[in-house]
């Protein structure tokens, strides 16, 4: 907490009755609680985020491994389509010599 609002926080506590002392410390909770608050937000901000990463990681693989199964199938029907094309293309050669 900036210091301007720690020395503002330290008044309207003073101005309500709090003692200086006793403003100090609930000023001093205040900011120590905030500043855990921060911590623990960006922790499970962190946590979240690695979390999603793996997930992520795993999602791609899994599509790589499809891909790659499809190309497979895909080059293999090509392949098919041009050996039969190419039988079709010596039949009708040998037909008309």
Do not use: C, W, Y
Not at 19 to 36: F, G, M, R, Y
Not at 44 to 67: A, C, D, P
């Amino acid at each position: 907490m900036p210091i301007t609002r720690e020395l503002d926080n330290l008044k309207k506590l003073e101005s309500v009755g709090f003692s200086h002392n006793q403003a100090e410390t609930l000023a001093d909770v205040i900011e120590k609680s905030h500043v855990d608050s921060q911590e623990s937000l960006k922790e499970f901000i962190h946590n979240e985020n690695t979390k999603l990463e793996n997930k992520l990681s795993k999602e791609i693989s899994s599509l790589r491994v499809e891909i790659s199964k499809e190309l497979k199938d895909l080059l293999i029907k090509i392949f098919g389509i041009i050996v039969g094309t190419t039988g079709v293309a010596v039949t009708i050669l040998k037909l008309f010599p």
